[in-house]
C-alpha cells in the first residue's frame, strides 16, 4: 500500500492510496485507521487521558476507488487542494 496524497481539514482527512486489486476498500481503512490511532498515540500520550475509553477515529468513512476509467488526476488535485498540507502531528502536541 502507498498513500500518494493527503488532504487535511478540520474535520475530515483525504488519502489517496494505491493498493493491489486483492486488498478491499475495508482492509484499507483499517489499516489507515490503525496506523493513525497507534502513531497519535504514539507522539501525543496525553490524548489517551483526554479521550479516556473513546475512540480517536470514528467508524464514518466513505471509500473511493479510481477505476480503469476514472480521473485519477483529477481526484488528485482536488485532494492536494484541501485545507491545510499535512504536519507533524507532534509538532501540535503539548
Not at 489499516?31 to 467508524?59: D, H, Q, Y
Not at 481526484?75 to 509538532?91: F, M, N, S, T, W
Request: charged content about 25%; aromatic content about 8%; glycine content about 8%.
Amino acid at each position: 500500500m502507498q498513500i500518494l496524497e493527503i488532504g487535511i481539514e478540520k474535520d475530515y482527512v483525504h488519502f489517496i492510496v494505491k493498493t493491489i486489486p486483492m486488498m478491499s476498500l475495508k482492509q484499507v481503512a483499517q489499516v489507515i485507521k490503525s496506523i493513525t490511532a497507534r502513531e497519535v498515540f504514539k507522539r501525543c500520550p496525553e490524548i489517551k487521558n483526554i479521550l479516556w475509553g473513546r475512540k480517536i477515529l470514528t467508524s464514518v468513512h466513505y471509500l473511493g476507488s479510481v477505476g480503469k476509467y476514472g480521473n485519477e488526476d483529477m481526484i488528485i488535485e482536488y485532494v492536494k487542494k484541501q485545507g491545510k498540507k499535512l504536519r507533524l502531528i507532534a509538532d501540535s502536541c503539548g
